[in-house]
């Protein structure tokens, strides 16, 4: 891949990731289903969890869930009934051939109840991600979200969380 075609790609990924955030904070869900690639791996396990320095895991483990319908399957019953701003900066974009990539992207997510007046929880960290070339257009392939920190505002959030990492 010479160097013009590898700017294209690193350009049309981080497009890709974010019309992610976008289609996640719009709730957009029929076009949040076309950044991902059929067999998407998306890896929540740490996505509740932060680590103090020095510490241990703090927060609840989430799902680690397979395959473009299930996937969106679990990511619309967990952001309903929220309201969620995310950030993605930093890209750091690795091309390993034509048809297959990897990257991170760091991120800060805010998110709040329905109302969007409560806030829930405030957090930032980083996307490990593999995207791949398919069907004409660069998709994720692969995505695991993990914190640096995750900051928890309001009376119940923690089992408002933790309804939603083991759902």
Not at 60 to 80: K, L, N, Q, Y
Not at 88 to 94: A, D, L, M
Not at 134 to 139: K, L, N
Request: aromatic share 10%; hydrophobic share 40%.
């Amino acid at each position: 891949m010479d160097a013009l075609a590898r700017l294209i790609a690193i350009e049309e990924i981080k497009q890709l990731k974010a019309r992610y955030f976008r289609t996640m904070d719009t709730r957009d869900f029929e076009g949040m289903k076309q950044v991902f690639a059929k067999d998407i791996r998306f890896d929540f396990s740490e996505g509740f969890l932060f680590t103090p320095l020095g510490g241990e895991p703090i927060g609840s483990v989430g799902p680690v869930t397979v395959g473009r319908d299930a996937v969106m399957a679990w990511i619309t019953h967990s952001m309903s009934g929220f309201t969620s701003v995310h950030h993605g900066h930093c890209h750091e974009v690795t091309i390993d051939s034509e048809t297959e990539a990897h990257g991170v992207i760091a991120m800060a997510d805010y998110i709040r109840a329905g109302d969007r007046t409560t806030r829930l929880i405030e957090a930032a960290g980083h996307y490990w991600e593999k995207y791949r070339f398919e069907d004409g257009a660069w998709r994720i392939a692969e995505t695991k979200l993990t914190r640096l920190f995750n900051d928890t505002h309001g009376g119940d959030v923690d089992h408002i969380v933790d309804a939603h990492a083991t759902a």
